[in-house]
C-alpha cells in the first residue's frame, strides 16, 4: 500500500507538466506521422526488393497513401525518413547527397512533392562521424548539413548518436546541431537520442535535453513484437519520475515507433500500445506498410478520441499509478480537470480478468465531483455514463490487452 500512497502523492504533484520545452515553437503536441525504420529499416537492394527498399518510390506511395487514406485528416502530418538514405560520399562540396539511384531527384524534389500534397518531410542524419548504418556522419558539418536541410526543405530531423567518440561529444553533438538548425531560420522539429545513448554514463540532466530537444529517444530500438512494448512500458514506468516532468508542449519523452498494422501484434496487444502511446503523450510515428494495412488496425490508429488524448493541450504525460496483481493502471490529465485512464492486463493466461477501479486511486485533481461522466475509448467505445464522486467500476479486461477510458 505504501508504494500506492507515494505513487499517489507523485502523481498529484504531475497536474502540470514541468520545464518549458525547446522554444522553438514547435512540436507543441505530440508529433504525429511515419516513420521508415522498424518496418522497412536498411533494404537497399531495390533490384531484388523494389517495392521495400529505401527509395524516391517508396517514400512517394507512402504519401499518396497518407493522403488518400485519410491518414493526413486524422492528424499523421510528418512523413519521414531514416537511416540509409544518403550517399556513401558528401558532394565536392561537402553537401550531404541522397543515394542517386534511390532518391534520383534527390530530396527537394520528395520535399516539394510531399509539400504539395499537405504533408511534411522528416529525415535522418546522425552526430557521429557515420550513420548508425554506416553512412556518411554529420560530425564537423553540423552548420553544412542544417542548412543543406533548410534548402531541400525538411521539416523534421532525427539525429541519432552513433560513432561518438565521448559523453562530452555527444552532448555537444546535440546541442550544437539544435543551435544550427535553429540558426537556417526554417521550422525543423529536432528529434534526438540524446538520452538513450548518455545514460550508458551520466544520469541523464533532463532539463537540459528539453531545452535543446523537442522529442528524445529514452530507450533501446522498438521491435515488432509484445515483448518489446512491455519492456519499453516497464522501462518508463520505472523511470517516471525523471521522464514525466520533463515532458510538455514542445518537449517529449519518445518510446519510439507505433507497430500497430505490422506482424508480432494481437488486436489486444495492438490496442495497448495505442493506448499507452496516447497516455505517454508519445510522438505517434508509426512504422508500418501503409500500401497492406487491415482495417481494425487502421481505425485503430485513426482514431479521434484516442488521438485526443496524445494531442492534448495541456501536453502532461501519463504515469503509472499502480502495479499489482498482474494489472497495470496508467493516468493522464487532461485539459479542464479530466483525466484519461488505462488498464492493462498483464496476466498472459486465462480471458478476460475483472479490475475494479475506484476513485480514490485517481487524480485528486480530477475537476468532476458528483457528476462524473466515464466513456470507455478502447477496446471499443462505450459510455458508461454519470458516476459519484465515490464511483467504482468493474471493467473486464483481456490477456494483454487494455481498457482505455476518459473521465469528464
Ligand atoms: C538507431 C536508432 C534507430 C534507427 C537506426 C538506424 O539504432 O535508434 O531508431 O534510426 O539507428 O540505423
Avoid at 271 to 290: C, E, F, G, R
Avoid at 370 to 381: E, V
Wanted: charge should be negative; proline fraction near 4%; hydrophobic fraction near 40%.
Amino acid at each position: 500500500m505504501d508504494t500506492v500512497w507515494w505513487l499517489l502523492s507523485f502523481g498529484a504533484l504531475l497536474c502540470l507538466p514541468g520545464v518549458p520545452g525547446l522554444d522553438n515553437g514547435l512540436a507543441r503536441t505530440p508529433v504525429m506521422g511515419w516513420l521508415h525504420w522498424e518496418r522497412f529499416m536498411c533494404e537497399t537492394d531495390c533490384v531484388r526488393n523494389p517495392n521495400n527498399c529505401i527509395s524516391e518510390q517508396l517514400f512517394m506511395q507512402m504519401a499518396d497513401m497518407m493522403v488518400s487514406n485519410g491518414w493526413l485528416k486524422a492528424g499523421y502530418k510528418y512523413l519521414c525518413i531514416d537511416d540509409c538514405w544518403l550517399a556513401t560520399a558528401r558532394d565536392e562540396k561537402h553537401r550531404l547527397q541522397a543515394d542517386p539511384i534511390r532518391f534520383p531527384g534527390g530530396i527537394k524534389k520528395l520535399a516539394d512533392y510531399v509539400h504539395f500534397h499537405g504533408l511534411l518531410l522528416g529525415i535522418y542524419q546522425d552526430l557521429g562521424i557515420k550513420t548508425c548504418a554506416g553512412y556518411p556522419g554529420s560530425q564537423g558539418f553540423y552548420e553544412l548539413d542544417a542548412q543543406t536541410f533548410a534548402d531541400w526543405g525538411v521539416d523534421l530531423l532525427k539525429f541519432d548518436g552513433c560513432y561518438y567518440e565521448n559523453l562530452e561529444q555527444l552532448e555537444e553533438g546535440y546541442r550544437n546541431m539544435s543551435i544550427a538548425l535553429n540558426r537556417t531560420g526554417r521550422n525543423i522539429v529536432y528529434s534526438c537520442e540524446w538520452p538513450l545513448y548518455a545514460r550508458r554514463f551520466t544520469k541523464v540532466n533532463y532539463t537540459q535535453v528539453a531545452e535543446y530537444c523537442n522529442s528524445w529517444r529514452n530507450f533501446d530500438d522498438i521491435q515488432d513484437s509484445w515483448t518489446s512494448i512491455k519492456m519499453v512500458l516497464d522501462f518508463t514506468a520505472a523511470l517516471q519520475e525523471q521522464l514525466v516532468p520533463a515532458a510538455g508542449p514542445g518537449a517529449w519523452n519518445d518510446p519510439d515507433m507505433l507497430v500497430i498494422g505490422n506482424f508480432g501484434l494481437s488486436w489486444d496487444q495492438e490496442v495497448t500500445q495505442m493506448a499507452l502511446w496516447s497516455i505517454m503523450a508519445a510522438p505517434l510515428l508509426m512504422s508500418n506498410d501503409l500500401r497492406d494495412i487491415n482495417p481494425r488496425s487502421t481505425a485503430l490508429l485513426q482514431n479521434q478520441e484516442v488521438i485526443a488524448i496524445n494531442q492534448d493541450p495541456l501536453g502532461a504525460q501519463g504515469y503509472r499509478v499502480f502495479k499489482g496483481d498482474n494489472f497495470d493502471l496508467w493516468e493522464k490529465p487532461l485539459t479542464g480537470g479530466s483525466l484519461a485512464v488505462s488498464v492493462t492486463n498483464r496476466q498472459e493466461i486465462g480471458g478476460a480478468r475483472q479490475f475494479l477501479l475506484s476513485r480514490g486511486i485517481l487524480w485528486k485533481g480530477l475537476a468532476c465531483k458528483n457528476k462524473c461522466y466515464i466513456t470507455q475509448l478502447l477496446p471499443r467505445r462505450y459510455e458508461y455514463g454519470y458516476f459519484n464522486e465515490t464511483f467504482s467500476l468493474l471493467l473486464p479486461v483481456n490477456p494483454s490487452g487494455t481498457v482505455l477510458l476518459r473521465v469528464d
